[in-house]
């Protein structure tokens, strides 16, 4: 079998930035979809997300982050989302995010400093100001671009939460690990 290593990379300012980091916040709009609300004839929303990110989102939970999350909207696509997922914690219809944010971390008895955010547009801000290291899709309002210490390659909807998650894992020493554990099957003994 041939070895796989990682290929991504950042730059090492980055990483450290992130290091410590024990829970990231997630919105969704924008983020984890690309920002675009159908409405169907009978009102409902439908939304589309990426399998990448999903798979981010599982991935920092694996390596000791927990996902987190907090958006304006209340939707059962998000909810089913979130579920599908397996996520402990998530704020629906929330219009403060940043006494969201305060709940959270007192309920999960951490502090600002293990916080990570992605956001993509003003309601974020409060949260990105705020947390140890902070993310913005490609494409996010250029207020919130302002306040991240990193923007994404790819758009929300597109990848964006994949690449924050990516980031996160490096920073934590954890993404070598769960690469490689990836690589084990139950075909060749090993199980990971």
Same mark, same amino acid.
């Given at each position: 079998?041939?070895?796989?290593?990682?290929?991504?990379?950042?730059?090492?300012?980055?990483?450290?930035?992130?290091?410590?980091?024990?829970?990231?916040?997630?919105?969704?709009?924008?983020?984890?979809?690309?920002?675009?609300?159908?409405?169907?004839?009978?009102?409902?929303?439908?939304?589309?997300?990426?399998?990448?990110?999903?798979?981010?989102?599982?991935?920092?939970?694996?390596?000791?982050?927990?996902?987190?999350?907090?958006?304006?909207?209340?939707?059962? +696509?998000?909810?089913?989302?979130? @579920?599908?997922? /397996?996520?402990?914690? =998530? *704020?629906?219809?929330?219009?403060?995010? !940043?006494? &969201?944010?305060?709940?959270?971390?007192?309920?999960?008895?951490?502090?600002?400093?293990?916080?990570?955010?992605?956001?993509?547009?003003?309601?974020?801000?409060?949260?990105?100001?705020?947390?140890?290291?902070?993310?913005?899709?490609?494409?996010?309002?250029?207020?919130?671009?302002?306040? +991240?210490?990193?923007?994404?390659? @790819?758009?929300? /909807?597109?990848?964006? =939460? *994949?690449?924050?998650?990516?980031?996160? !894992?490096? &920073?934590?020493?954890?993404?070598?690990?769960?690469?490689?554990?990836?690589?084990?099957?139950?075909?060749?003994?090993?199980?990971?």
């Amino acid at each position: 079998m041939r070895e796989i290593r990682p290929t991504l990379s950042f730059p090492p300012e980055l990483l450290l930035k992130a290091q410590g980091v024990r829970v990231a916040v997630f919105d969704v709009d924008g983020v984890l979809t690309d920002g675009r609300i159908y409405i169907g004839e009978h009102g409902e929303a439908v939304k589309a997300f990426s399998t990448l990110d999903g798979h981010g989102l599982k991935l920092l939970k694996l390596g000791g982050i927990e996902p987190v999350v907090v958006t304006g909207r209340d939707s059962p +696509a998000v909810r089913k989302r979130v @579920a599908d997922l /397996g996520l402990a914690h =998530a *704020r629906y219809g929330v219009h403060d995010k !940043l006494a &969201a944010g305060e709940a959270l971390l007192r309920e999960l008895g951490l502090g600002w400093r293990e916080l990570a955010v992605i956001g993509d547009d003003w309601p974020d801000l409060p949260l990105m100001a705020r947390a140890a290291f902070s993310c913005a899709p490609h494409g996010a309002h250029p207020e919130a671009c302002a306040a +991240a210490d990193h923007v994404t390659r @790819a758009p929300g /909807g597109y990848g964006a =939460a *994949r690449e924050f998650c990516d980031l996160l !894992l490096m &920073a934590q020493g954890r993404y070598a690990e769960l690469l490689a554990t990836q690589m084990r099957t139950l075909d060749d003994g090993r199980q990971g």
